[in-house]
């Protein structure tokens, strides 16, 4: 019996035995696949990038000539930028607004469209009703330079009886004109880099490349170009506002008095207010009495409670 115990054992320890040398020469062969795989990822990678960096970019002899001349370009574009930062004009936004009484609107908007057409503005919008009959009254919008916004307030106002209320304003923009003009420049001188670059470029993904980079750029220059020529119309251009109304005291519609229409607005003011009576009434019977029930009856209740309640405290 000891005997067979102890052959069982050594068969025990053999199959172990087997089972773990199996398992350690896996976790060799594992180890060595991985090393393996490691190094040649790394090599892949660098010759992967070394690809992508010969496709994307031109020789080193053309690139250095390229960047020697985008130098230049950047060199020459700042200093025609400093030069330009120094002459810049001030570029200012002025607004006005009128409010004016005037003896015949009409007369006074043709005077004031002379005096802006004079001035070489425009009247840019009217807009203008009549509350009672031969009395006008609105608004007009008008544009003229503003080099002569201030000239142009004084000939309006001279249209007047009264002048209401006036005032200007004025917005300061140059620093924001010059970094515009300044943003334009650069990306220009950027387009001229990439059209010399796209030049030199042979390789079909070269030429991709740099078509998507210039797209990019003309993108952005339309852009500040649209913001330049927004913020000229602004600055070239002064906005005035004018409230116009006919001074009431000089007008004839007061004289304008018609008893019959008042008449007729009274009974016809009558014969509405009657028939709001009528619908407020039949409106209280039919829905007003219903809604109080419910309400009277709890109140009902609890006044009787109320009562009893009292009773037997008095008791």
Known sequence: MKQQININLKTLLKFLGIIIGIFLILIIVNFLTNLKTSDSLEYSTKNMSQEVFSTTMPSVDNRNSINDQIAEDT??????TRQ??????????????????????EK???EITSIVRN?????FSTNFYERIKGQKSGSMTVKVPVNKFETTLEE???????????STTGQDVTERYTDLEAQLKNKRAEEESFLKILDQAQEIEDILAVIKQLSRVRGEIERLEGQLRFMNSQTDMSTIVIEISEDVEIS????????WEVIKKSFSDLIVRS?????????????????LIPTLIIIW???LVGKKIWSKFKK
């Open 84 to 105: 330009q930062d120094q002459l810049t004009e001030k570029k200012i936004i002025k607004n006005g607004n009128l409010s004016l009484k005037v003896e015949q609107t």
């Open 301 to 303: 209740i609890i006044y």
């Open 252 to 259: 004839p519609a007061q004289n304008d008095w018609r008893p």
């Open 156 to 166: 309006i106002k001279k249209t007047a009886t009264q002048v209401i209320s006036e």
């Open 119 to 123: 001035q070489a503005g425009e009247v």
């Open 108 to 110: 006074a908007v043709d």
């Open 75 to 80: 060199d020459y574009q700042n200093s025609a």
């Open 275 to 291: 028939q709001d009576f009528v619908d407020n009434t039949i409106r209280f019977i039919i829905i007003g009495i219903p809604s």
